[in-house]
Structure formats: structure tokens, C-alpha cells
């Protein structure tokens, strides 16, 4: 199974200031297509997860354009560039080349 | 608008059984490939299951032989047999349509509880 490791696993950023997650795979995730399968999910405190950011670097609709994701092989990174209120919570990487995988999640704080 | 509703879920007893809904809306199921993911209490995310276009099939290794992934292309419902359930299960249990696509969406879940 491919192995999804995120670092940090906590990240307190002051409000306004840019936030990095990143998230690295055992594999590649450089599918016989040609695609990259690298999702990040951003789930609020009681709610459910919403996507924000599918194959590497593609921004799901209404999601802010402070959120981008970059990367590739084995090494990808969600990058906010100011951290707002809204952004508390917990962000998940995820693979979808080698079947499916999800990250621990790193838990995204105000400080 | 695309929709995924959850359905089914509650209080079951240890080695019990439920079936998992989720109703689509917007697009239809079979030309989609529809995935099962949960979250346990307090914890992260695990995929499940997913059924694709082509009625492939595919388990978490977790679940294989206790779950069943199926679909209704005329109710436009993709379920979830959850068998032998254990203490392990507990958790919410989320529908999602391409979740690797530009076409991606999730459902709001439904809490199975699996206790004595």
C-alpha cells in the first residue's frame, strides 16, 4: 500500500501570514497516463471534508485562490499564502493512483 | 446541481448488518465511479470502496469480505452492504462521485454506530 506522510501533523500560523503543508507518498503517484492522482481536502471543525485542490495543482470551484498545491513524483505541497480565520482546521492529503490513500491530516491553528 | 445524500446509517449491535444509501442527483451514478469513505470518531479519513463505470469493484483491505459496494442505475443510488460489523466501524460514512477528477463531490455523511 502507498504510505501518505504529511508534515506537520500541527501547524499554528498567525492571521495573515503564509501556511505550508506538506505531503510525501512511497511511490510516485505518476499514473500510466500521465496524470498525477493528488487531492487535498480541507475539513472544518464540524464539518464535513470539502475538497480544495485535485490532481497536484487544480483548484475546485469557490475555493479561495490563497490555497495552491504544487508538486510532483513523490513530493507535493499545499501552500496558503495568508491564513485566515476560516482556514482552522484539518487538511488531508490524498492518492488516487495506487488505489486510495489519505494522509494523517495536519491540523491547522490560529496563533 | 449535483447532489450525494446519505442515508442509512444508526445504532447497530455488534455483528450486525446495515445497507448504505446515497441518493445522486445532477448526474447519473453509472458513468461516474462513486466511492465509500469514513471517518471514525476523532480520527482521519479512510477510503473504503469504490464501484466504477465498468462495475469494477475494489475494497480497503479492512472491509474486503464484510463489505459490498453496488449500485441502482435506474434509482441513480449507490449502496454499501456493511456486514459482521465490529467497534472498528464506527464512524461517518461519506458518498463521493470522482474523487480524483474535476467532476468531484462529496456527501455530508451518515454515522454508523456500532455498539452493544
Known amino acids: 500500500d502507498v504510505v501518505m506522510t504529511q508534515s506537520p501533523l500541527s501547524l499554528p500560523v498567525t492571521l495573515g501570514q503564509p501556511a505550508s503543508i506538506s505531503c510525501r507518498s512511497s511511490?510516485?503517484?505518476?499514473?500510466?497516463?500521465?496524470?498525477?492522482?493528488l487531492n487535498w481536502f480541507q475539513q472544518r471543525p464540524g464539518q464535513s471534508p470539502r475538497r480544495l485542490i485535485y490532481?497536484?495543482?487544480n483548484r475546485d470551484s469557490g475555493v479561495p485562490d490563497r490555497f495552491s498545491g504544487s508538486g510532483s513524483g513523490t513530493d507535493f505541497t499545499l501552500k496558503i499564502s495568508r491564513v485566515e480565520a476560516e482556514d482552522v482546521g484539518v487538511y488531508y492529503c490524498?492518492?488516487?493512483?495506487?488505489?486510495?490513500?489519505f494522509g494523517q491530516g495536519t491540523k491547522l491553528e490560529i496563533k | 446541481e449535483v447532489q450525494l445524500v446519505e442515508t442509512g446509517g444508526g445504532l447497530i449491535q455488534p455483528g450486525g448488518s446495515l445497507r448504505l444509501s446515497c441518493a445522486a442527483s445532477?448526474?447519473?451514478?453509472?458513468?461516474?465511479?462513486m466511492s465509500w469513505v469514513r471517518q471514525a470518531p476523532g480520527k482521519g479519513l479512510e477510503w473504503v470502496s469504490v464501484?466504477?463505470?465498468?462495475?469494477?469493484?475494489h475494497y480497503a483491505d479492512s472491509v474486503k469480505g464484510r463489505f459490498t459496494i453496488s449500485r441502482d442505475n435506474y434509482k441513480n443510488t449507490v449502496y454499501l452492504q456493511v456486514n459482521s460489523l465490529r467497534a472498528e466501524d464506527t464512524a461517518v460514512y461519506y458518498c463521493?462521485?470522482?474523487?480524483?477528477?474535476?467532476?468531484?463531490?462529496w456527501g455530508q455523511g451518515t454515522l454508523v454506530t456500532v455498539s452493544s
Open positions: 463521493a462521485r470522482d474523487v480524483m477528477e474535476a467532476t468531484g463531490h
Open positions: 445532477g448526474f447519473t451514478v453509472s458513468s461516474s465511479y
Open positions: 464501484i466504477f463505470s465498468s462495475g469494477i469493484t
Open positions: 511511490q510516485s503517484l505518476v499514473y500510466s497516463n500521465g496524470n498525477t492522482y
Open positions: 490532481q497536484v495543482s
Open positions: 490524498m492518492q488516487g493512483t495506487h488505489w486510495y490513500t
